[in-house]
C-alpha cells in the first residue's frame, strides 16, 4: 500500500500489483500503475504522467484531477473528476460517470472512452478503430473530430460538434429519433458524392419510409417522417450537399448525401453546376465531335415531388447513374437525372429510362423530392454533364413547368419544338437501345455493382 497524505509527492515509481491512496493535497507523477493494481485520487489529490498498463487502474473522486494520462493495455481510468490530456490506446478505457469531465481527449485504435449520464466530455481526438459512446443527458463540449473508421455513438441531446473526417465516414451514430426530436449536436465535415459514396449518419430506430426534406437554412434539415414526426439536424452546408435517408438494415436509417443540385456542367474554363449557369453564359458544346462555344438563353428550375403509389418508372424517382457506369470516368461522379432526360451515344439521344438496370442506373428510391434544373442554347446541343454526353433543353411546350431565379431573366417565345429540330434523332427502338443497354449492364456485373433495384424487362 502507498499512502500519500497532504503535501506528499511521489514521482518516477512503479505500482505493481498493489494499491495506491492520493490524499486531498497529495500528488503522485511520472508513475506506472501495473499488473492489476489499483490507486483511488481523492477530492483535491493531483496525479499527472501516470501510465495505467495490464488492467492498471486509477479511480478519480469528484474534486480529484488527473493530467496527461496514458492508459494502454486493459488498464481503466473512472472519473468523477477533472482529466485533460488523456491518451486511450488498444484495450484502454476512460469511463467518466457522473459529474465527470474530460478535456483534450485522444483515442487510438482499439481504445474506448464512455461517458456516462450527467458527465460531460471535451475537445477529443477519435482515430480509426477508436470509439466514444456518449450515452443520454451526457454532454459534449467542444468538437469531437473523428476519422474514417473511428465511431462516435451519441443521443440527440449531446450538443457540441462532430467533425467527420473525409468523404466515406460512417462513424456517427445517433439514438433518440425514435418519435422525432431535435439533434442539438452541430455536424460539420458531411460530404460525398452521393449515397454509398458519402458520410452517412445512423439514425437508430428511424424508418426512412415515405420520408421528406426541408431546409430551413443552409446548415439545417427537418426531417418530415411518415408518421408526421419531425427530425431537425444542424449540419454544416447541408442544403448543398443535399440529405437523404436508406435503411442501414438494422430498422434504422442512414443519413447519406444526395448532391442532386450539383451536376457539373463543361463549359470553356473547366465545369460549373448546373444552379450556377445563367443567360449569357457560355457552355461547351459538341457538334460532329468537335468541341463549339455555345451561350445559355434560357435557364430555369423545377421542383419534383416524388408520387410513391405509382410505378418506378411513372412516380418521378431520380434515375442514379453511378459514377464510372458507362465507362472509365463516364460520369465522374454519380449522375442524377429525370427520368426523361436523354444520354448521348454513337449520334442518338437515348432516354433514361430505358437504361435502368437495377445496378449502374437504378431509380433513386431515397429522394422523394427535389429540384431539377435545365439550360437552353439557340440551338439544341449536345453538352457534357458529370463527364457524360447529353443534351440541353428543347424546347417542346413544356417550360412553363420552370422557374427562373437568376437576376437577369430571359422572356422568350414557346418555340413548340419537336425532335425534328434537336442536335441529334431520339432513338428510342428495341433494336437501337438493347445493345447499348446490354453492354452497360454486362460493365455492372464485371464490376460487382449491388442491386438496387429489380431492372424493368425491355418491351416494344
Not at 445517433?174 to 465535415?189: D, K, R, W
Not at 444520354?343 to 437515348?350: A, E, I, N, S
Amino acid at each position: 500500500v502507498l499512502e500519500i497524505a497532504s503535501g506528499g509527492l511521489v514521482e518516477g515509481s512503479t505500482i505493481n500489483g498493489g494499491t495506491g491512496h492520493v490524499d486531498s493535497g497529495g500528488s503522485l507523477t511520472t508513475t506506472t500503475i501495473d499488473n492489476s493494481a489499483i490507486v483511488h485520487v481523492s477530492a483535491g489529490a493531483t496525479t499527472s504522467n501516470l501510465t495505467l498498463e495490464t488492467f492498471g487502474t486509477v479511480v478519480v473522486s469528484s474534486g480529484g484531477t488527473v493530467y496527461n494520462t496514458v492508459i494502454s493495455s486493459g488498464g481503466g481510468l473512472g472519473l468523477a473528476g477533472t482529466a485533460s490530456g488523456t491518451i486511450v490506446n488498444s484495450g484502454g478505457v476512460l469511463e467518466i460517470s457522473s459529474n465527470g469531465i474530460a478535456q483534450d481527449n485522444t483515442i487510438t485504435s482499439g481504445g474506448a472512452i464512455d461517458a456516462d449520464a450527467g458527465s460531460v466530455v471535451g475537445t477529443t481526438t477519435v482515430s480509426s478503430g477508436g470509439s466514444l459512446t456518449v450515452s443520454s443527458s451526457a454532454a459534449i463540449s467542444g468538437v469531437v473530430t473523428v476519422a474514417n473508421g473511428g465511431s462516435a455513438t451519441i443521443w440527440n441531446d449531446a450538443g457540441g460538434t462532430i467533425d467527420l473526417v473525409g468523404d466515406t465516414n460512417h462513424g456517427l451514430t445517433i439514438s433518440g429519433l425514435e418519435n422525432g426530436g431535435t439533434v442539438s449536436t452541430v455536424i460539420s465535415g458531411y460530404t460525398g458524392t452521393g449515397p454509398g459514396d458519402s458520410d452517412s449518419i445512423d439514425l437508430v430506430g428511424v424508418s426512412p419510409t415515405g420520408a421528406t426534406y426541408s431546409y430551413p437554412s443552409n446548415d439545417q434539415v427537418v426531417v418530415t417522417l411518415s408518421n408526421g414526426n419531425t427530425i431537425t439536424l444542424n449540419i454544416e452546408g447541408v442544403k448543398t450537399t443535399g440529405f437523404a435517408l436508406v435503411s442501414d438494415g438494422n430498422g434504422g436509417s442512414l443519413a447519406e448525401v444526395c448532391f442532386l443540385a450539383g451536376s457539373l456542367i463543361s463549359i470553356p474554363s473547366g465545369t460549373i453546376a448546373v444552379e450556377k449557369l445563367a443567360v449569357g453564359d457560355n457552355v461547351t458544346a459538341y457538334v460532329d465531335g468537335t468541341e463549339t462555344v455555345r451561350q445559355v438563353t434560357w435557364a430555369g428550375q423545377a421542383r419534383c415531388t416524388v408520387r410513391p403509389h405509382l410505378a418506378l418508372d411513372q412516380a418521378g424517382y431520380p434515375v442514379r447513374i453511378l459514377k464510372n457506369a458507362i465507362s472509365e470516368g463516364v460520369p465522374f461522379k454519380d449522375m442524377l437525372i429525370t427520368a426523361e432526360h436523354c444520354l448521348f451515344f454513337d449520334g442518338k439521344f437515348v432516354p433514361a429510362r430505358m437504361l435502368v438496370n437495377g445496378r449502374s442506373i437504378f431509380y433513386d428510391t431515397s429522394i422523394t423530392s427535389y429540384d431539377y434544373y435545365h439550360i437552353e442554347t439557340a440551338d439544341h446541343s449536345v453538352i457534357m454533364a458529370d463527364g457524360m454526353l447529353t443534351e440541353s433543353y428543347l424546347d417542346t411546350g413544356n417550360r412553363r413547368a420552370f422557374r427562373q431565379n437568376n437576376a437577369v431573366v430571359s422572356i422568350p417565345l414557346s418555340r413548340d419544338l419537336s425532335w425534328d429540330d434537336a442536335a441529334a434523332p431520339l432513338t428510342v427502338s428495341r433494336e437501337a437501345v438493347e445493345p447499348i443497354y446490354r453492354q452497360i449492364e454486362g460493365r455492372a456485373k464485371e464490376q460487382n455493382c449491388p442491386v438496387h433495384s429489380e431492372a424493368p424487362s425491355l418491351t416494344y
